[in-house]
């Protein structure tokens, strides 16, 4: 073999390169040392393999920023160095030690980001380490006074993480606070903030720093929650710790471990708050199947953000998206609306002629209806005689944008509009907005009404397909000359018009239309709901021919048939003589109380009707409105679950659907007010709630009076059924005492159980059944933990105890 003699000088040089080359980190390390670097695709990763440090673009963008996230897909971001100065090139940027800190510095190697950490101390002995709560930390090995020279933790953008603190440092005048993205696509600080109010306990959320639009309220010392997020205290999985002294105030939370409830890949499970780009500070905990769920979101309702739409745009909570401009407007930035940012608003599309001076081909402006608006605020008003004069003031007011008239009363806006609201065509708060247009965009308008009519007409079509098979057995029925047992009859208007006499006998109504009393050729009683809501009125009508329009069962309000001509829908039931159980609970001026044996039999017959949805159906039904005033009772006292309005078809291959909350208030479980995809379960709690009124005779939300206290009743029964105390005091005072104590106790025990924060503690229909029958025993309940504020703080029953005939938005 032959060997080559290296010259010592080739030796030295290749020394001297080792010297000075770069010592790259490798994938999969925690630590960037003195002598690392990260960049292009390289990262670092926490010690037990949770939170990721590195380069990512968000959405389609082709910024890169250094950014932390979950190893969990999908990639969830939770904090960002370089929120406002990103890199196009990350292989050719780089995130390292220097001068005791650590920098970022981009592809013209110009430092863009640092921690900012003023250090004497040589660069070998300081590390940035990843840690597995989110925090990444600047440590300073040769210090072990003061090891930690920076944390993110100090640094929050739009997450909380468990152990990082909300606050107000009092001695340095520091706010730990949290900003929104600016959309989807750009990480940039966005218009929200959610920043600490010292003086009272609390937080606020601002828009632009300068505008508050919502606030938590004060800590309720003891309870564990801000006063309007109540929500805080249904966790049965997060603790809370609030501190207010001297030195400052801030609050912080952690993960019980060991919940079933939450996705552990660490210890804790993982749960982060984040100030979200629609405005709203929501709670959000990965699921065991890997899916971010939305616990509670405030505000509640999207619509209620401060200026969400922008100038000249319109929210409505019952569209996707939220936003839309009004005629005549188009986005201002269509790229901004792509991405989830409304907060630019709509302009106009054809500029107005008042105070030019002149016209186009001799026409002014002139002024469009938008129908079913909440007007919005700065106003200013007098009193006319009519709306042309209304008209007249503002089309004389080259400064006047809109106006409204209302009973005389004229109201003008001037400049742009802001926090418009679109509602339904039934909601009895909505008013039509006279919006000032250039005279071409309303004649342009009125051209497209022929189309919109042509689409309308289209629509209507479309849905009536849902129907057609039940048309055609119908129809095969009349050619036959005979009928088919169990289908649906398909009436004409005037044929219900002549039924009900003009629809002037009135049994009741709810957010979708009203039903009226009717009587067939053949002296059939029925009942026919006329539904008036347009859009939800069709969603209503279909929901309730495609569930309860092919199912039968004896605890199941009958569906005889249905009208659909035009925009004229009508459904066509079983009448029941003796209305709803709401009427024979609550209704206190009726000589007529139902005595113990029949709300017992009431309450197992309506478990049974829900059996037969939830287990016996082909698809899983949910009715996701179960309360006294959906429980009809035919003239034995037969219960029969009814208006399927608001129901949800499960199939047998799927365990959750996801639906808007549209529920009724005070009968809503957790899960469904935080905005998850719900069960079965959902009606099991609205069913749990249900029992205590039939225990009381009263409605959940009335005050109860006990030991000179106000209560709230399923807390004080609850509270009595466990205590040992006396079962006789829960009872409706009507029934003088006249009830099967064994049952009484069942029913409270079975209520309780049925009620649990968590869903997997619920009992199935099924269970509950047996339970009330007495086949199975019923254990002692755990105190939900919802109810259990109502016993430490009576005060705070408002959130728990709404009107149980408003509507969930």
Known sequence: MLYKKIQPSFVLVVLIQCLFLKNYLATGADTISANQSLSGDQTIVSASGIFVLGFFAPGTSSNYYIGMWYTVPPQTVVWVANREKPVSDRFSSQLRISHGNLVLFNETKFPIWSTNVNSSTSSPSIEAVLLDNGNLVLKDRSNLSKPTLWESFDHLTDTWLSGSKLGYNKKTGYKHVLTSWKNSKDPSPGVF??????????????????????????????????????????SNYITYTFVSNDNGMYVTYSVIPGNKKIYSLS????????????????????????????????????????????????????????????????????????????????????????????????????????????????????????IATCESICYNNCSCTAYAYDDNQCSIWSGNLFNLQQVGTGDERGRSLYIRLAASEVRSSKNRKG????????????????????????????????????????????????????????????????????????????????LERVGQGEKQFRAEVSTIGTIQHVNLVRLRGFCSQGTQKLLVYDY??????????????????????????????????????????????????????????????????????????????????????????????????????????????????????????????????????????????????????????????????????????????????????????????????????????????????????????????????????????
């Open 193 to 234: 903030s959610l920043e600490p109010v010292p003086s009272d306990n609390s937080f606020v959320i601002m828009r632009n720093k300068s505008k508050i639009h919502w606030s938590t309220g004060a800590w309720v010392e003891g309870s564990g929650y801000f006063t309007k997020i109540p929500e805080m205290a249904q």
């Open 451 to 530: 189309l919109a009519i042509g689409v309308g007409v289209g629509s209507a079509v479309g849905s009536i397909v849902l129907l057609v098979l039940i048309l055609f057995l119908v129809l095969r029925r009349k050619k036959n000359g005979k009928g088919i047992e169990g289908s649906l009859m398909a009436f004409g208007y005037r044929d219900l018009q002549n039924a009900t006499k003009n629809f002037s006998e009135r049994l009741g109504g709810g957010g979708f239309g009203s039903v009226f009393k009717g009587m067939l050729p053949d002296s059939t009683m029925i009942a026919v709901k006329k």
């Open 576 to 809: 029941m003589s003796n209305g709803s159980l709401a009427s024979q609970l609550f209704d206190k001026r009726s000589s007529n109380v139902l005595d113990w044996k029949t709300r017992y039999q009431i309450a197992i017959g309506t478990a049974r009707g829900l059996i037969y949805l939830h287990e016996k159906c082909r698809d899983c039904i949910i009715h996701c409105d179960i309360k006294p005033e959906n429980v009809l009772l035919d003239v034995e006292f037969c219960p029969k679950v009814a208006d399927f309005g608001l129901a949800k078809l499960l199939g047998r291959e799927f365990s959750r659907v996801l639906t808007s909350m549209r529920g009724t208030r005070g009968y809503l479980a957790p899960e469904w007010i935080s905005g998850v995809a719900i069960t079965s379960k959902a009606d099991v709690y609205s069913y749990g709630m249900m029992l205590f009124e039939i225990l009381s005779g009263r409605r959940n939300s009335e005050q109860t009076e006990s030991n000179g206290k106000l209560k709230y009743f399923p807390s004080m029964a609850v509270s009595t059924v466990v205590g040992g105390g006396n079962l006789l005091s829960l009872i409706d005072d009507r029934l003088e005492g006249n009830v099967v104590v064994e049952e009484v106790e069942r029913v409270c025990k079975v209520a309780c159980w049925c009620i649990q924060d968590d869903e997997s503690q619920r009992p199935s229909m099924s269970e509950v059944v047996q339970m009330l029958e007495g086949i199975t025993d019923v254990s002692s309940p755990p105190i939900p933990r919802c109810l259990r504020i109502f016993d430490d703080n009576e005060e705070n029953e408002n959130f728990f105890v709404r009107n149980p005939q408003d509507k969930s938005t």
């Open 267 to 386: 210890a804790n499970g993982i749960a982060r708050y984040v100030m979200d780009i629609s405005g709203q500070f929501k709670e959000l905990v990965l699921s065991p199947n890997k899916e971010w769920n939305s616990f509670w979101a405030q505000p509640r309702e999207q619509c209620e953000i401060l200026d969400f739409c922008g100038a000249y745009g319109s929210c409505n909570a019952d569209s996707v998206p939220f936003c839309s401009c009004l005629r005549g407007f188009e986005p201002k930035s269509r790229q901004d609306w792509n991405s989830e940012d409304y907060s630019g608003g709509c302009t106009r599309k054809t500029k107005l002629q008042c105070g030019n001076n002149a016209s186009v081909n001799g026409e002014e402006d002139r002024f469009a209806e938008i129908p079913s608006m909440l007007l919005p605020e700065n106003k200013q008003s007098e009193q006319v005689e009519n």
